[in-house]
């Protein structure tokens, strides 16, 4: 996630005398698997996985924030990751 959405995010909650805990998150489901897989092609590197029937998936709620008018700019999480891995 970029900074920007982080930022308008925190300013949207001040503006609004927000109280509570928020999310600050895409609000999409993230399949850890298919995570690694992308970053192994990045990296160049080898990860092996035990197969698992299960799917391990995390998604953030963001309705909250959504409700006070709060929108990602980006809503793919690998361009949030990427972002992230890029910055550094």
Known sequence: MQINDIA?????????NSKGLYNICSGKGINLIDLM??????????IIFIKNKDKTILVGVNKK???????P???NYIEYLLDFINEK
Do not use: E, P, S, V
Not at 8 to 16: E, Q, R
Not at 37 to 46: C, P
Not at 65 to 71: D, E
């Open 65 to 71: 924030l959504i409700n006070l008018g709060w929108r």
């Open 37 to 46: 897989i992308k970053l192994n092609k990045k990296y160049k590197k080898k």
């Open 8 to 16: 308008f995010a925190i300013k949207m909650m001040l503006k609004n």
């Open 73 to 75: 700019n980006k809503t």
